[in-house]
Structures are given as C-alpha cells and as structure tokens.
C-alpha cells in the first residue's frame, strides 16, 4: 500500500512538473542527432549498429533521469521526510526503481521513434519482443541505478560520481541488452539468444533483491 | 601512536618477504621448465595468475568486511575493507599490466576482450568509482557505510560481468589459468610456491595498510 503511493508520488510530481522525462526526451534526441550524422553511414551499417546505439541512448538518459529524481529529493530536504515515513526502506528503494522503470519507459516510447526514422531502420513484425527486452533492461538499469543513486545522492560531487559508479556496475546488463536486441534485430528465434534474456533476468533478480535488503544501511542516519 | 617500523617484529617481517621476493624470482627464472611455443612469455603466468587471485581474493575481503561492518559498526570493519580495496585494486592494476605484456607474443595483440581479462577491467573501474566515493563522500561515518554497501554490490557483479563477457565473443582462446591443471608438477611447484610468497607479501602490505589507517584514525579523533 505504502508502496504504491510512493510510486504515486512520484509519478505524479513528474506529470505535473515534467522535469524529467523532457529533458531526458530532448537529450535523447539531441544524442541520435549527432550519432545519425557522425555516422552518415549507409543503411547496413546502421542496421548493424542500431542495437548499441539504442542502449548507449538508453543509459545515458537513465544516469540523467536517476541523477533529477535524487536531486529533487534532496530540494527541501523531502528525503529525510520519505524516510520518516512508517515504512520498511527496501520499499522506498523498489518505488524508487519502480517509478524510475516507468518513467524510462515513458522516454523511450518518445525516443524510440525519432531513432528509427533517423537511423532509417526496418523494424521487424514482432516488435512486442523488443518491449519485453526493454521492460527487462528498464528494471536492471534502474535497480542498479536506485542504489548507486543512493549512495552518491549526498555526496559531494554526486551528479560526476553517478555515472563513474552507474555505468560499470550496469555493463555486463547492458551487453545482455545489446545482444538480445540485435537477435531479436536479425530475427533469430529466441531459442538462439535465451541465455541473453535469462541474464537480464538473474541480474534484476540479484540487484532488486540486494537494493531491497542493502537500501536501509544507504539510507541511514 | 608508534611507527610501524619501530617494532622489530615488522622489520623481520618486511626482510623476510623482501627476500621471499627475491628468491622467487629467481626460482621462477632458473628453475622452471621453458614452454614449448612461449619461451620468456610463459614465466610472467608464474606472477600474473596468482597476482589475479589474490586481487580477487581481497575483493572477497572487500565484501565481508561490508557485511561486518554494516552489522556491528566497528572501525576496524571498515579499515580492512579499506585496506583490501587499495592493495586490491593495486594487484588488478598488475594484472591489467602483465596480461597484455603476455598477451602481446602469444595472442599478437594486446588486448582482447577475454572474459577473466575484461572481467578484471570492469572491477577496475567500479573501484575506480570506490575511491572517488571515499574521497567525496562527505560525512565520514556515511561514506564508510557507503563503501560497505558498494564493496558488496560490486561482488556481487562479477559473476554476472563474467558470464555476460565470457558469451559475449563466442571464439574462446586459451588462458594461462585454464591449463594450469594439465600442466606437469616442474611447472605446478613453482606455481604454487610464488603463490604462496605473494599470498604472504599482500597480508604484510594489509598489515601495514591497516597500521597506517589506525593512526590516521586515532590522530582525527584526537
């Protein structure tokens, strides 16, 4: 129940206010202009590229997203109040990468568009695969993400110490999410590339997990 | 608060692993078997692989000294979580050394995405991030619990790192920790003797680290 109003909370901060999922829509598209032109390359090589590209955007506009979500809390000092909250504070941690999910998803569906008309992609027909993988990559990347945001929310620094600790941590996720997109991308059938997805899977598992018994120690006084 | 140097205890100490050193250079230079097809190439495995353990084994330390500490608080937790990072981090940076500098004749190249050797590079970097969040943590006693929490979530990554990139590049080429088992004992002696010697050279660099941080420690409070 607690849960799900901070979920609400969160959620509803951002459709009111939209500080987040703008910017990250604009940097996102920003990112593909530049690649789309650095590139200028025909539409094999894109084809061949394309996966990588999409998750190099997908990071970098997590690591700004989590980055505005955690400094909002700090404005006002709201954290120290969710805290005073009558909640366990592995919940605080799952609607904080729940809420994070969503709203990655949110960019994404604005993003992903603008990509493939750039890029000049064919999408294959069984495109609900594909929102699968993100939904999977979506969760990694933000349960990772909760903690690490967590741990470098009140240091000094925090917004160059998010991506340094965010991106390694991620990148055995984000290789998962390369090569089941690009599979999926060759129209390989899933039982070619499962390990991939059950990777991501293992991974989610082990960092909601860990966020939900390791959050109390991060966000204690 | 006394100098570690001053015990006479510590002097033995340090001479005695100093001339450990020395003697399993010479030992690994004189005493082992050349390789067919390597020659001077195969003697570094004698350094880099136990240099590779051992680094991963103060990572473990790492981690359980995260757990201790974020039980029971006490100081001594972090210092040795602390002191294994950086000892740690300093055998990884050895091994991101001499792989290449063995991979060059072999392999012709100085760097593949080998699984153990990526692996290794990625925790780099995570304790790259560990350092910077020590040094810009802020509050002291948060940034300790901070290092704790991360020390445990980066263990937790490696096996994850290691699968990703093991499947990553489906060609897999031959690693020197990979035969170690089928090697003849002329070769598996040395192994473990330098092992041995570099298990010992890195409890007596903890043992100093930790001396060092005591005394910082003791100097703020006071």
């Known amino acids: ?221 | 608060m006394e100098l570690f140097f001053s015990k006479r205890i510590n002097v033995i100490v340090a001479v005695f692993v100093f001339t450990l050193m020395v003697f399993n250079i010479y030992n690994i230079v004189n005493n082992t078997p050349m390789v067919p097809d390597q020659f001077w190439a195969q003697k570094i495995f004698y350094f880099h692989v136990p240099i590779a353990w051992i680094g991963f084994l103060s990572y473990l330390i790492v981690m359980i000294a995260g757990i201790l500490y974020l039980i029971n608080k006490k100081t001594v937790w972090d210092h040795l979580g602390f002191a294994a990072a950086e000892i740690g981090t300093l055998f990884v940076v050895l091994v991101l050394i001499t792989g290449p500098i063995w991979a060059k004749p072999i392999w012709g190249t100085w760097w593949t995405w080998e699984p153990r050797l990526t692996t290794t590079l990625i925790l780099f970097l995570i304790y790259v991030g560990y350092f910077m969040l020590r040094a810009f943590g802020g509050h002291p006693e948060r940034t300790s619990r901070y290092a704790a929490v991360l020390g445990i979530v980066a263990f937790f990554d490696v096996p994850i790192i290691f699968y990703s990139v093991r499947f990553w590049e489906e060609k897999y080429q031959s690693h020197p920790q990979v035969e170690i088992t089928k090697q003849n004992p002329e070769i598996v002696l040395p192994f473990l003797i330098s092992l041995v010697i570099i298990t010992i050279l890195f409890s007596f660099m903890l043992k100093y680290r930790l001396h060092v941080l005591k005394v910082t420690h003791n100097r703020k409070i006071d």
Request: hydrophobic content about 60%.
């Open chain 1, 1 to 221: 129940m607690m849960f799900y109003t901070l979920v609400r909370k969160d959620l509803l901060l951002e459709f009111r206010a939209k500080e987040i999922i703008i910017p990250m829509f604009a940097f996102g598209l920003a990112i593909i202009m530049i690649f789309a032109l650095s590139f200028n390359a025909s539409q094999a090589i894109n084809h061949a590229f394309s996966p990588g590209l999409l998750w190099i955007i997908i990071l970098f506009i997590s690591s700004l997203g989590l980055n505005r979500m955690f400094v909002l809390e700090k404005e006002f000092d709201a954290f120290t109040l969710t805290l005073a909250a009558p909640v366990d504070r592995g919940i605080i941690f799952l609607s904080k990468a729940i809420s994070g999910t969503i709203l990655l998803l949110i960019a994404e569906i604005l993003i992903i568009p603008p990509f493939i008309i750039f890029m000049n992609l064919t999408i294959p027909s069984d495109w609900h695969i594909m929102v699968l993988i993100l939904l999977i990559g979506d969760l990694g990347i933000m349960s990772i993400g909760a903690i690490v945001s967590g741990l470098s929310m009140r240091a000094k620094l925090s917004e160059m110490l998010l991506p340094i600790l965010f991106f390694p941590l991620v990148s055995p996720h984000i290789i998962a999410c390369v090569k089941s997109t690009n599979y999926w991308f060759k129209g390989l059938s899933f039982i070619n590339w499962q390990f991939w997805i059950f990777l991501m899977i293992s991974f989610v598992l082990v960092f909601f997990l860990l966020g939900f018994m390791i959050f109390e120690y991060i966000t204690e006084e």
